[in-house]
């Protein structure tokens, strides 16, 4: 035996390919579900909040004008005369009006036959410009008499504008007259874009905060779900038995109904146990009498009554230690079992076992190599592929084994032996079979091993070996430090 084998160097394996946790098709989330409904609620509530805030501003600052726009109205009204010679509009005491273009002007107008209209009297501050009219205007303000209909232009200096218009009757004359009062704009707009650039910057700033928010609300509120997580996942590895954290009343029922869920289904494996414990010794009774009653008895009689009972005994013994394999597979929670204290006590004995064929033993496993599952199977499993190596090897057995990835671990055994064809690797793993009837054995070696390593989610696989002989090669789940 190789006394470096026994120093816990780590086999290098070829690895599986390992995909990405974050190249994989994404699966839903909680947690983005609940950020990305809170924040389009916010963005939403924000964006509205923001149009009415801005809105409001603007039809507010434009009903100032309108109320500076009537007024004026009024004023050229009172000073409007009609006479018979036409309109005579008295001076009007403020400055604006009076100073050229200077964003405050006034005129009186009167309707045409072609929904025109004509100028009467102007402000000084027009010059010799005039209130840019709209073609809809005139029938507007003849549907609307006495009303006042604002509008948006362009002044003679070409600034924005608000202007006025209403349709009066005047005293002395037949024809209605329209009076037009237009006032710069361009400050209202200026406060306007401010007062939107500020409440959008402000609500920008609130969203942001307000989505920063939710996602430590969200981190927050759903730990005690990432704490039931971590610890389900810790029962799963066999790190914990049962759930043991208080949570919070929402969550609570779920982490007892978990316990009780592994209550029933340690009591269910419980319950198997004693069955199968109970089917084996109501069938090994009546096996062993047979057995018994045939004797040594010479006869073709009972020559097959004791070959046919030993096969039924070791179909028995199979069929029991599958059922309690699977049981335990099923069970698979809380149990850690070390690999190489495992292979270790099989070298020992089977080195002992096969000391009159001068059988050597090298294996080689990481200390910190754990199979998660009970110690019993393991040492069934590798136990014997090792016999069978050691039955079939001249003087070397090699046994390695080290993780591989996805939550595996790779455990591989070779002899040195004559090997065995690649067309009979698959017939040796059914059950019963057997390629040498002169070697003592019922055939259901490998078959129980590669049923037990299929009951815990793994795979056995026969190929040839560098050592000239068979290399078995076994995954089984690995439980995670």
Known sequence: M?????????????SPRVWGRWFGRPGRSLTRRLIWLASGWIVVALVITGWVLTTQFQESALRRLGSVLNETIDQVVLATTATPQGIVVQ?????????????????????????????????????????????????????????????????????????AASMKQLPGRDAPVVFLAGVDRTEVDADTRQFATVTWLALVLLGAGLVAAVLLQVQIGLRPLYGLRNEIAAVRKGR??????DYPVEIQPLA??????????????ERQRTHVGNLAHALKTPISVMLAEAGSAPGDLPEMVRKQTGVMQAQVDHH????????????????????????????????????????????RAPDDLTF??????????????IENACKWSRRRVRVSAGPSGLGMLIAVVEDDGAGLPEDQRETVLKRGARLDEATPGSGLGLSIVDELVRAYGGRL????????????????PVAET
């Open 240 to 245: 914990k038995a049962r759930i043991e954290r």
């Open 320 to 363: 029991l230690r599958r059922a309690r394999a699977a049981a335990r597979a099923a069970h698979g929670l809380g149990e850690r079992t070390s690999v190489g204290e495992v292979i270790d006590e099989l070298a020992v004995m089977l080195e002992r076992v096969f000391e009159s064929k001068g059988v050597e033993i090298d294996w």
């Open 2 to 14: 190789s006394d470096g084998g026994r120093a816990g160097k780590t086999l290098i394996l070829p």
């Open 91 to 163: 001076p009007i005491l403020d400055q604006r009006t009076n100073a050229i273009y200077s964003g405050k002007y006034w005129a009186v107008a009167e309707p045409t036959a072609h929904n025109r209209l004509r100028s009467l009297a102007r402000s000084r501050s027009l010059w010799d410009a005039e209130l840019n009219v709209p073609n809809d205007l005139p029938p507007r303000l003849v549907d609307a008499v006495g009303q006042t209909i604002t509008y948006n232009a362009v002044g003679p200096a070409g600034e924005p504008l608000r202007v």
């Open 256 to 269: 007892e109904q978990v316990n009780r869920l592994l209550d029933y289904n340690q009591e269910v494996v």
């Open 372 to 385: 998660l599952g009970e110690r019993q199977d393991l040492q069934e499993i590798l136990g014997n592929l």
């Open 461 to 476: 696989t026969l190929g040839e070996s560098d050592l000239g002989g068979l290399k078995a090669m076994l995954e089984l």
